[in-house]
């Protein structure tokens, strides 16, 4: 094949090309910063550089040999004119300071009084905010009662100065006959602790109680309502904080962390008052059959994994459950509410030898129908660790011989938002010093059996007096003496013939309501009880249909010669 020719441009095109555009791109380089450069004032660079020197030296040299002028004659007198003098006031050797500037007196009155507000300073976010904690009621209630002889101190100590161990001797205490009904009861930590985690408390957050209370109704009457009890306490009352709402919607409280720090000291005295080292003649004061409650673990040990020694302690959990159930010491009569606390004791508790497990759980199992229906599913639950349930224990000594009752039993705790309203849904709630619990479901009846009854049977408007029926009961059968009584009498007095029984009661008549309700038998006798002072009444219509009086009069003719 005849080779082609390639002419000259069309083998070299590219290059020149190339060639041509690489000339205007210097040549523009060139034009731009060498031929073309910027000018002021028809100034280069150069001169512009030199001009600024220059203006630079004749500066320095007018501020060298500059001198100071003095006012002017009209504002001579005004230092306010003189910059000079301006500076001396504040910065020269007789600079007055900023008080003598201001000219404000050295020593300032009181601004405030002492004791401000408690105002929270650290807000939290609304939607951060929680509700109080609702406190869990305590568990089924367990009963002690008796007639019994009690030496009480004559003067309560304080509560940061009681001591459990003092006793009065035999001259100076306070002698006291009285029936009592001691009642105690468990609160579950473990359900306490998830109500304060639902709402988001502190860590660490634990039940401050500052009291026990308790309440009973009477159902030997009919529609009797619940009633408040004043709970026996061997030391005086703390005095509580003061918690004060200011009209700009503050709270001020005063001597709150000293109440705390109280509380906290003297816990055991408080959650479980102690009774039984006053007593001096009668019925034994025994505690209610609750585990740990007459002798509680310590309480290091009562939070370890495993409590020491649980043989120890199911063994005779088990056999108070048993003599619950039958009715012997230290039980006086059938309390399957007992049996139920301490074969759940038995069960709840880990390490227990499995023998005693098995027979505490054939009580579990026999129980409920022994039950009234509403704690059968209590019963019926699987038990806690008794480790985890708080015992409590309040005791009443005014109860009347005679009547038949059912207690409930609630504490009362520290406000651990007293006074801290931010951190709360409801601010209101911060004005709360104290919050009280549910109350427990209410206990088996109790019937105050005593040695000594009275009952009203006959009433003299015109006299002003009443007939008391006093009964004296003993193992041989009872005996009745009537009396006469006015306002301000005893009610029953001593025999002093040989051989009669005494027919005291230790209450005082202190005042008599003849026109009660305005028909037949509706006189009132008030009398005051001799532990402690408290006013009952005793209705005539009432007493003369009173089954025990019925069955105690029957018993007296029946025991006559």
Known sequence: MAKKDVSFVDKHLEKVVLGVCAAGFLGAVYFGFA?????????????????????????????????????????????????????????????KGLLGMADLPKELPRAGAFGPPLVSIM????????????????DLPVLMSGRSTFRFLRSK???????????????????????????????????????????????GATLQIVKVHLQRRDVSTPASSWEDIETYQPFQEPQRPTLTVMPDGRIRVQGLEAFRSLVDDMRDPIV??????????????????????DEPPDRELGNAPTAPNPG???????????????????????????????????VGLPGVPEKDITAAQTILDRLPEKLPRELRPFAKSTPRDPRRLMPILAHDISPIPGRTYVYRIRYEVINMFAG?????????????????SDWSPES???????????????????????TVAVFKVTRAGATRQEFKVSAGEEIGKKDKRPGRPDFSTGTLCVDIDFDRGGGKNEATLVYASGADGTLFERSLARDLKDPVYKRLSDLARSARP
């Open 35 to 95: 031929g073309g450069r910027f000018s002021v004032n028809e100034r280069g660079p150069a001169e512009l550089i030199q001009a600024a020197a220059d203006a630079a030296e004749q500066s320095r040299q007018a501020v060298q040999s500059a001198r100071y002028s003095p006012p002017r004659k009209e504002t001579e007198t005004d230092p306010k004119n003189d910059p000079v003098a301006q500076l001396a006031q504040w910065f020269g050797p007789e600079a």
């Open 123 to 138: 807000r939290t976010a609304p939607e951060d905010r929680r509700n109080l904690a609702k406190f869990v009621a305590p």
């Open 157 to 203: 100590p304080e509560l940061n100065s009681f001591d459990p161990r003092a006793t009065e001797d035999q001259t100076t205490g306070k002698v006291v006959t009285t029936n009592w009904v001691s009642v105690a009861a468990q609160v579950d930590l473990v359900e306490q602790q998830s109500k304060f985690l639902a709402e988001r408390y502190p860590d």
């Open 272 to 293: 479980i008052t102690p009774f039984g080292q006053y007593q001096s003649a009668g019925d034994k004061v025994e505690l209610p059959a609750v585990p740990y409650l």
């Open 312 to 346: 120890r302690f199911s063994k005779r959990w088990l056999d108070w459950a048993n003599a619950a159930l039958k009715g012997r010491k230290p039980f006086k009569e059938v309390d399957p509410f007992a049996a139920l606390v301490l074969a759940r004791g038995v």
């Open 420 to 436: 801290n309203s931010g951190e709360l849904r409801n601010p209101r709630d911060a004005q709360r010093l104290t919050v009280f």
């Open 444 to 466: 088996r009846p109790v019937e105050i059996k005593s040695d000594t009854y009275f009952y009203l049977t006959k009433a003299d408007k015109a006299k002003k007096e009443v």
